[in-house]
């Protein structure tokens, strides 16, 4: 059982570090702010998420569990928060007015 | 080589690389990107050095707190003003002068004395009398509380010098430079979402400082930081700095610290000394009251000085 | 080395660069920034200092902890009076540098 915990951990935190390699590429090689953002965000989502559910079965049950997964809603918030402010920012600065709502 | 020493070699080089970053840089908003960016490595830094009190402080006021105070100035720079860079001897004679010094203390940590000295024992006898767990808290309200009491009136008195760069006809009126023009349905939201959590952990850090790594200091950081994403996303509005209100709460902290200081020539025979029966709630009342002055002065020393919006 | 000589000569590097942007930059708000690098490599500095005197069951000497922890706070409360004068600055003058004759 503890071998197959083990498998799993390693599985899925190596499965969310291709998400944040990918998106670091992606960071560097996309061409414009919105794509790079998605890039970003996506590792973050999905790259994040995968790490802490590969982590999941390591730590103290419930309150570490809970810590870990508060952390990854936490950083989903941020970058849902991020996401449009920067888009806006964008869209602004390119036409030089404010968007539609 | 060691994995940990080799993971340790990383941050060291990626530490140094955005401070390059941040040295150098073309544009003023990008060197503060980099200077916070920078600041949260520093704070693994302070992990990794197992100063985990440090590394919360860093990462809540070093980086965070500093980080939007300069994002604000460097946003509001004039864009055409930059002035000419110095010549080139003068910064061959700069960078010259640098690198001695750099290398000089470089020297002083090679050749620093082993085993190195500690006040570790001195400082950790009282705790268990104290009913600390914290050895950090212990020397910053007990062991050297004369600093902390300090400290703590340095922030309301930076806070008078900052409200006393006000023009003569702001004077009394509210610090509303921090509220967006135009925060977006996003940023509302987060600013609706997020105090609550934020809440919890300012006072989840204020109360587990007694026996964990946390305190006034952590958790009044976190505290101000809620505070000012609601003034930013304009739900709340900033005090008027001459209100009676904001200033009691502004200096309880330091009061309360004086006031009980004094007491110990009664109760503990010496300014500052603690009656031992009763050392524990008298500590978690200074650190209550510490916690809110120090909350209420950083989210005011960050809205800055009254005036109109600029 | 040890890790903790290794964050040592990087907290003298970070002085090193400080100093050098201090000097070098002109715009007030990098030379804010510089002064914080500086002060930033003098704690680390004070850190390792603390991490060496790890002692009775604690990994950090406590002292130095507790006067970092002081020093970041003050760092900052200083931080934000000279963004202040540097506003002030901006708004009389209308440029962000020291230059008298520029």
Redesign the interface.
């Known amino acids: 059982m503890t071998l197959a915990l083990n498998v799993f951990t390693i599985v899925a935190v190596v499965l969310g570090l291709v998400f944040f390699l990918a998106g670091t590429v992606g960071l560097l090689r996309f061409p414009d702010t919105l794509t790079r953002l998605h890039a970003l965000t996506k590792a973050d989502n999905l790259g994040l998420g995968l790490v802490v559910l590969g982590l999941l079965p390591q730590v103290a049950w419930p309150f570490g569990g809970l810590k870990l997964i508060a952390l990854w809603l936490l950083a989903l918030l941020a970058g849902a928060t991020v996401g449009p402010l920067l888009g806006h920012a964008v869209w602004t600065h390119a036409r030089g007015r404010e968007p539609p709502p | 080589m060691s994995l940990a020493l080799a993971a340790d070699a990383g941050l060291a080089l990626l530490i140094l690389g955005l401070a390059v970053w941040t040295t150098i840089a073309r544009t003023a908003f990008g060197a503060v990107i980099g200077f916070m960016a920078y600041g949260f490595l520093v704070a693994l830094v302070w992990v990794r050095l197992a100063a985990v009190d440090v590394a919360l402080t860093e990462a809540a006021l070093g980086s965070g707190l500093t980080g939007v105070l300069l994002l604000g100035a460097a946003a509001r720079l004039p864009r055409d003003a930059a002035a000419a860079r110095p010549g080139w001897g003068l910064r061959l004679a700069a960078g010259v002068v640098s690198a001695a010094v750099a290398a000089g203390l470089a020297a002083v940590v090679l050749l620093l004395p082993v085993p190195g000295p500690t006040l570790a024992p001195v400082a950790t006898a009282t705790l268990p009398t104290l009913g600390l767990g914290n050895p950090v808290t212990g020397v910053l309200i007990a062991y050297r509380a004369i600093d902390t009491l300090l400290e703590s009136v340095v922030l309301v008195l930076a806070l008078i010098g900052l409200w006393s760069l006000a023009r003569d006809e702001d004077w009394g009126g509210r610090p509303d430079a921090l509220r967006a023009a135009n925060p977006g349905a996003a940023l509302v939201l987060l600013a609706q979402v997020l105090p609550p959590l934020g809440l919890l952990v300012g006072v989840h850090l204020f109360w587990t400082g007694a026996i964990a790594p946390g305190g006034a200091f952590q958790g009044g950081t976190v505290l101000a930081a809620m505070w000012v994403l609601t003034l930013v996303a304009g739900l709340t509005r900033p005090p008027r700095v001459g209100g009676r209100g904001v200033r009691l709460l502004l200096v309880a902290g330091p009061a309360l610290f004086l006031a009980i200081g004094v007491a110990g020539f009664w109760l503990g025979g010496a300014f500052l000394a603690y009656p031992a029966a009763d050392a524990k709630p008298l500590i978690l009342a200074i650190e209550a009251a510490l916690t809110l002055s120090i909350a209420v002065a950083l989210g005011l020393l960050l809205a800055g000085p009254p005036g109109a919006r600029e | 080395?040890?890790?903790?000589?290794?964050?040592?000569?990087?907290?003298?590097?970070?002085?090193?660069?400080?100093?050098?942007?201090l000097?070098?930059?002109?715009?007030v708000?990098?030379k804010?920034?510089?002064f914080?690098?500086l002060g930033?490599g003098v704690l680390?500095?004070f850190?390792?200092?603390?991490?060496?005197?790890?002692?009775?069951g604690?990994?950090?000497?406590?002292?130095p902890?507790?006067?970092?922890?002081?020093a970041?706070?003050?760092?900052?409360?200083?931080?934000?009076?000279a963004?202040?004068?540097?506003?002030?600055l901006?708004?009389e003058t209308?440029?962000?540098?020291l230059?008298t004759d520029?």
Not at chain 3, 23 to 27: D, E, F, K, S
Not at chain 3, 47 to 56: H, Y
């Open positions: 080395m040890s890790s903790v000589t290794l964050f040592g000569l990087c907290g003298a590097a970070l002085v090193g660069l400080g100093l050098f942007g000097i070098v930059q002109p715009g708000l990098r804010i920034l510089a914080n690098l930033s680390l500095l850190g390792v200092i603390a991490r060496r005197g790890a002692a009775a604690i990994g950090s000497d406590p002292v902890q507790a006067l970092i922890i002081t970041l706070v003050v760092a900052f409360a200083a931080t934000v009076l963004v202040a004068l540097l506003r002030r901006v708004q209308g440029r962000d540098s230059d520029g």
